[in-house]
C-alpha cells in the first residue's frame, strides 16, 4: 500500500540534497569497483605466483622421492612423497609411490591402509590390488593376498596391461609356489603359458616354474618347444635334458643334453651348472648302455638282457648275505631266479619275445625289492634301479 | 577501537541526518543493501585468497617446504614470529588480538557494526604471520573478521544508517568465512548461529548473496576442493552406527578437555603482568615449535594438508591419536598466549584426526564393517565442531555440504548430538561465551537464544467466557444478557464476519444514548477487534488491550470460529510464570 501513498513534495533544497547524495553513491559504488578490479588484479597475480610455486615444489619433492627409493632410502621417499602431494595432492602415481614408499618402509599398517583408501576411489586398479595382495602375503594372509592378486588380474593397468597381468599372474604363481599349494600354481602357469608371447626368456621361466610346481611334462613340453627355436637358448637344452631324465625318458634327455654340452653358450655356463648336466649326460649314456633298447639286434638285445639279469642276480645275493635272518621278499625273488635259471641263455631269449620281459620284469622287480631291504644301490644296481622306476619311458620322445 | 568510532560518529554527524535521508531517498539504503552485499561478498572473496596465500608463503619461507622433526627452524620460526606479532598487537594492533568471532560480535552489539580498518590490516598481518611460522591456529575466524571488517568500512564509505551498519557485520563475517572454508551453507548457517543469534529474514538474502559471491571468488581460484580433497563417503553396514557413536562420545571428551585447557590457561595468561604479554606468544611459539621439533611438525599451523591425509587414510590410528592430542597442546598454548588466529581449523583438525583413528582402528580390526576412514575423519570434524564450538546446525550441514553426499546424514546426526549433548552437560557454558566473559564483555549468548521460548497467544489462550451475540441484537437485550453473566465485556459478531468486543461501561452508555430495541450494531465504534490467531506472539497483543477489554482469537480456516479469548490479565499472568 506504501506504494500509493502520497509522498509530500521535496522543497529546492531537498531536492538539492537528493542530487548530492545520487552523485556521492556514484562516485562511491564506482570507487568500490575499482577497487574490486585493482585487488582482483593483484590477487591474481600473487595467486598464479603461488601457483607455479607449488607446483615446482611438487616437482622437486617428487624427484627427490623417487631418488630415495632408487638409492634405498624409503624413509626418507615417504616424506618426500608426502610433500609431493601436499604442493599438488590429486596426483594418483605419487600416492601410489608414497604407500609403496610405506610399504618400502616396513610401514605395513600404514601402508595397507593407504592403499585400502587408493583402492575405495579405485577398486579396479591393477598396481593397487597387486600392491594389497604382496602386504596380504607379507602379513601371512593367503585367502586375502590370493583375492587382491586375482583382482589385480583383472583390474586395469596402465601402459602394457597385457604385460603387466602376465608379470601379475607368474607374481601369484611365484606366492602359490612358496606356499607350496602346487596345483593352483600349475593352474596359473598354464594359462600364463598359454598366453606367453614368442619370448623365450619368459617361456623358460614358465617352464622353470612348471619344474617346480611338480608339472614336469608341460614344462618338458614348453623347453622343447623353445629349443626348437633357431636361435634356441642353451637353457632350453638343459631344461628339456634334466626333465626328460627327471621323468625317466632317458633317450630323449640323452639327445637335448648331448645338444646342451655342444651348444657354444655352453661354456660359458658357471660350473655349478655345467657339473651336473655333465653327470646326468654320462649317467644317462651308461644307462642306456645297459638297457635293451628295442631298435637293438635281438641277439644284442638278448646278450644285453643277460648282461643285466648277472648283475642284478649279483645284487640280490649281496644283499641276501648281509641280512642275518631270510626277507621273505628276497625269497621269492630268488625262487623266481632259480624258476627261470634255465631260460638264462642267449638263445632262449632270442626266440621268446615273452621271456625277455619276463626277465626284465624280475631284473626291475630285484633292483626295486633290493633297495627296500638293503638301502641305494650305487654303480650299475643305481642306473638300473633308474631303469625300473620309469621301464616304460626310457626310449620315449 | 573507541577513539576510531567516535572519529566515524563525528563524520556521521557531518552526513544529513536520517530523518532527512528517509525523506529524500526512501529507499536507497535498501537498494544499496544488496548491491552492497555482492561488493562485500567479492572484496572478501579477494581478501581471504589472499590471507591464504600470504600464509602460505610465510610457511614455506619460515618453516622450509617440508618441515620435519629435528629442524631447528621449527623452534626459531614460531618463537620469533611470535616476538613480532605480540609487538604488532601491543603497539599497533590491540583489537588484532583474538580469533575475531567475539570480536566481530562485539562489533555488533557495542560499536553498531564498526570495526576499523587499522583492525582489518592487523587482523590480517598478524594472523598470516603467526598461522603461517607454525603457531597451531586457523585462518577461519580471522577470515570472518576481515569480511566483518570490510563490510563495516563499505558501509560507512555510503554512509549507510546506522542499523544498516550493524547489519553489515554479519554479512562480511559470513563472506569472509565462507570463502576461507569454501562452503557457504555452513557459513551462513555459523553466522546466524553463533554470531547473529536467530533467523533474521531482512537481513538472510544479503548474507547469502555475499557469501556466495566470496565462495565464487575463492573457488575462482582455489578449485572446488579448496582445503582438502573430499574422500568417498560411504555407510556400509549399519552396525558401523557403533563406530560413530563411540566417536561422537570421544569427540565429546575431547572437546570437553581442550576447552577446559583454554578455560584455565587463557585467563591465567591474561592476567601476568603487561610486559610478560610480549613474549608468551614467542613462548607458546617456542613450546608449539618444540612439538614439532621432536616428532610432530604436522600439529603446526593450520594443518589442511594433514588433514587432507589422514582423511585419505595415510595415517596409522596410533599416530592420529597422537596427533589430536598434540594439537589441542598446541592449540592451547598458541591461543592463549593472544596470538591472534582462529579455533577452526584446530577443531576440524583435532575431529579429522580423530574420526580418522576410529576409522582406521576399525578398518584395521573389522575390515568388513568399515566404511571409507575419510567418511569418519568428516564426521569426526562435525564432531568437534558440534562439541567445542557449540553449533550443532553448522556442523551437521557442514559435513554434508563439504561431503556432498547426504547418505552419511544419519552418521552425522548421531555422532554430533551424541558429541554436542555430553560437552553441554559437562561443560555448560559455550567456549566462546567463556571467552566474552574473561574478556569483561557481556554479548548474548547465542546458546541461550538459540534456546528461548518466545510465548504464542495460545499460551494464554482461555475458553470464551463472556456472551457472544449477532450484530442485530437490540440493545435491551444485549443489556440483559450482560447482567445476568455477569461479564466484565461480551464479544459481538458482525455481519461480514468481523468480531467487536465491548465493555460493561460501554454497553451501559449505548443503552442510555439509545433505545432499546435498536440494534447493538450501531451503537459500536467504527473500529473492530483485531485478527489475531493462536500461533502470533503473545507479546502481538500488547498493546490493543488499552483499546479492548478482551481479545478474541479466531481460526485462521475459519474467522467467525473463535478459539478463545486473552485478556490483559491473562497475558500477564503468562509471562509473570514463564
Partial sequence: MAVFELQPPLTAEERLHKRKLIFRDLISLSGLFAITVVLAVLTWFLFNSFARHRQELAQRWLARGQAAMVGGHPEQAVEAFRSAL?????????????????EAADRVVEATSYFNTLLETEPGNGIINLELARLSARQANKPKAIEYFQRALDGTWQGDGYERRRAVRLELARYLLDQKDYPRARTQLLIAAGNAPDDPA?????????EEAQDPENALAIYRAVARQKPSPVQSFQGAGRVAYSLGRFALAREYLEQAVNHPDFLSEPESVRTPV????????????????????????ADRILHVARIAQARLQACSASKATSVASLADLAARWQENRATLTPLTLARDPQLEQTIMNLIFDTEKQTAQACGAPTGDDALLLKIAQSSRSVEEK | MNADAAVEVKKEAAAPHQHDLDKIAPSRDERLFLVLSIFIGVLSGLLVVCFRVAIEWIRILTLGSAPHPGQYRLLLAPTLAGLVV????????????????????????????????????????????????????????????????????????????????????????????????????????????????RWSA????????????????ARWFWGSEAIFRIPQVTLRDPRELTAYAVLGVAGGISALVFSKALGYLRPRLRSLARWTHFFQPALAGLLVGAIGFFGFPQVMGPGYGVMDQAMHGQFAWQLLVALALFKILATTLSFSSGTPGGMFAPTLFIGAMLGAAVGSFEKHYFPHLTGTIGAYALVGMGVLFAGFLRAPLTSVFMVLEVSGNYSIVLPVILANTIAYLLSRSLQPVPIFEVFTRQDGLELPSMEEQREEHELHIEDALRPVHVPILGGSTPIEAVSATLSSANAPALLVQLWDGSWYAMSKDEVAGAAVTLTGDTPIERALKPDR???????????????????????????????????????LEDVLKRYQDL
Avoid: C
Avoid at chain 1, 202 to 210: D, N, S, V, W, Y
Avoid at chain 2, 94 to 111: C, D, E
Avoid at chain 2, 202 to 217: E, K, M, P, R
Fill in chain 2, 202 to 217: 531482512a537481513v538472510l538474502g544479503s548474507i547469502v548473496l555475499s557469501a556466495i559471491s566470496s565462495v565464487v571468488v
Fill in chain 2, 86 to 197: 605480540a609487538a604488532l598487537v601491543q603497539w599497533f594492533f590491540p583489537a588484532a588480538r583474538g580469533s575475531g568471532v567475539n570480536q566481530t560480535k562485539a562489533a555488533l552489539y557495542i560499536y553498531n557494526g564498526y570495526i576499523s580498518f587499522r583492525t582489518v590490516i592487523g587482523k590480517f598481518i598478524t594472523a598470516a604471520i603467526a598461522i603461517g611460522s607454525g603457531h597451531s591456529l586457523g585462518p577461519e575466524d580471522p577470515s570472518l573478521q576481515i569480511g566483518a571488517g570490510v563490510a563495516s568500512m563499505v558501509a560507512r564509505r555510503l554512509r549507510l544508517s546506522r542499523q544498516r551498519l550493524r547489519l553489515f557485520a554479519p554479512i562480511g563475517a559470513a563472506a569472509g568465512l565462507a570463502a576461507a572454508f569454501n562452503a557457504p551453507i555452513s557459513a551462513i548457517l555459523f553466522v546466524i548461529e553463533e554470531v547473529i543469534g
Fill in chain 1, 86 to 102: 601436499e604442493y599438488d595432492p590429486a596426483q594418483r602415481q605419487t600416492e601410489i609411490k608414497l604407500a609403496m614408499a610405506l
Fill in chain 1, 278 to 301: 655333465r653327470q646326468m649326460l654320462a649317467d644317462t649314456i651308461d644307462l642306456l648302455a645297459l638297457y635293451p633298447e628295442s631298435d637293438l639286434e635281438i641277439r644284442e638285445r
Fill in chain 2, 529 to 567: 477487534a483485531p485478527m489475531l490467531f493462536p500461533d502470533l506472539p503473545l507479546d502481538n497483543t500488547l498493546h490493543y488491550f488499552p483499546r479492548w477489554p478482551l481479545l478474541p482469537i479466531l481460526n485462521r480456516a475459519n474467522k467467525s470460529k473463535l478459539e478463545g479469548v486473552v485478556t
Fill in chain 1, 202 to 210: 619368459i617361456k623358460m621361466q614358465i617352464a622353470g616354474m612348471m
